[in-house]
């Protein structure tokens, strides 16, 4: 299966500080999607975005914005002036066309007051 | 209020003891997954279904069985052949199109004593 990468396992950060999380994924294919979930600490997995591979725009959501550039297989996820709720696990993963997810190892995000 | 139920939140176990976990949801999903996470990992396939009384093994399938006789149900059975089964299972849906996006469940988390 074509992998998906989340090199930093642990990020800590000082509220207010901006972080990216760093995603990188293999790919064969021309049609794919990409995603990117977040689980807080009760566990349930909450999806945030998801991109296609025709639509390299980024994305601004709020505090939250995501870089996808498919020169280095890469997308990104920024967190500006982060919180303490920001703490959690992030999860990027890539689905192929009417194939199943791929998840990413997951990032873990420790937002300290 | 559409969504993905799983119950029990926690649940013990002794061992050599099968164990169901519920999954049931009211997205008319066609097609639903069930995943392990174990402490600080990623999430893993164990089986998937894309439309009712149909089902496939995903990566890890072995101990594992489900069933998918109703469109909003599929339940996991934990048998005493899954050699290592406290994790953190997670359900998830689809709609059933291959660029969907998958939601998730809050999770069931499993303790064999």
């Known amino acids: 299966a074509q992998k998906v990468t989340q090199a930093q396992t642990e990020i800590s950060v000082v509220e207010k500080e901006d972080v990216t999380l760093d995603c990188v994924y293999e790919?064969?294919?021309?049609?794919?999607?990409l995603f990117w979930y977040k689980q807080p600490p009760s566990g349930e997995l909450v999806f945030l975005i998801r991109r296609n591979s025709f639509d390299e725009q980024n994305e601004i959501s709020g505090r939250y914005s995501w870089n996808f550039q498919k020169s280095t297989s890469s997308f990104n996820f920024t967190i500006t002036a982060s919180q303490v709720v920001d703490s959690a696990v992030y999860f990027c993963a890539k689905r192929n066309y009417g194939q199943n997810f791929v998840f990413g190892p997951g990032t873990r995000l420790s937002v300290l007051p | 209020d559409g969504g993905i139920t799983q119950s029990p939140k926690y649940l013990f176990r002794k061992e050599g003891q099968n164990v169901t976990l519920s999954c049931e949801q009211n997205l008319n999903h066609d097609a639903m997954y069930w995943y392990r996470q174990d402490p600080g990992q990623g999430l893993r396939l164990i089986y998937y279904?894309?439309?009712?009384?149909?089902?496939q093994k995903g990566d890890i399938a072995e101990g594992y069985s489900v069933s998918r006789e109703k469109k909003e149900s599929f339940p996991l059975t934990v048998t005493s052949a899954q050699k290592n089964p406290t994790a953190f299972y997670l359900c998830?849906?689809?709609?059933?199109?291959?660029?969907?996006?998958?939601?998730f469940g809050p999770g069931t988390r499993l303790t064999v004593l």
């Open positions: 998830a849906s689809t709609r059933g199109g291959g660029t969907d996006t998958q939601y």
């Open positions: 790919t064969r294919d021309t049609t794919y999607y």
């Open positions: 279904s894309q439309i009712v009384n149909d089902f």
